[in-house]
Nanobody, 119 residues
Framework: QVQLVESGGGLVQPGGSLRLSCAASGSIFSINAMGWYRQAPGKERELVASITSSGSTNYADSVKGRFTISRDNAKNTVYLQMNSLKPEDTAAYYC?????????????WGQGTQVTVSS
């Protein structure tokens, strides 16, 4: 069994900051890529940022320069630091990870954490 547990969402004013965390636990050999997705009401889920096991990162154009993804491999945890938040960043944020449970790898999702940017 593998679980991804997210935390850190909430209500913040425009221009504010939040830090999301996602910890993987269970029967894990290793973790390949990890990432954050978001889904706003009435919209499709979209990639926000991803990070490989070696630390290479990728960001959606809409968050470049404002969001930073990082990971702690020893803790099986990925973070998303979100600065200069805008109302359009309001969404449910989901953690995703490709987890190796030998001899295969599997894609897992967290339960989601709500981020609301509003004055």
């Amino acid at each position: 069994q593998v679980q991804l547990v997210e935390s850190g969402g909430g209500l913040v004013q425009p221009g504010g900051s939040l830090r999301l965390s996602c910890a993987a636990s269970g029967s894990i050999f290793s973790i390949n890529a990890m990432g954050w997705y978001r889904q706003a009401p009435g919209k499709e889920r979209e990639l926000v940022a991803s990070i490989t096991s070696s630390g290479s990162t990728n960001y959606a154009d809409s968050v470049k320069g404002r969001f930073t993804i990082s990971r702690d491999n020893a803790k099986n945890t990925v973070y998303l630091q979100m600065n200069s938040l805008k109302p359009e960043d309001t969404a449910a944020y989901y953690c995703n990870a490709e987890i190796v449970r030998r001899p295969y790898s599997y894609n897992y999702w967290g339960q989601g954490t709500q981020v609301t940017v509003s004055s």
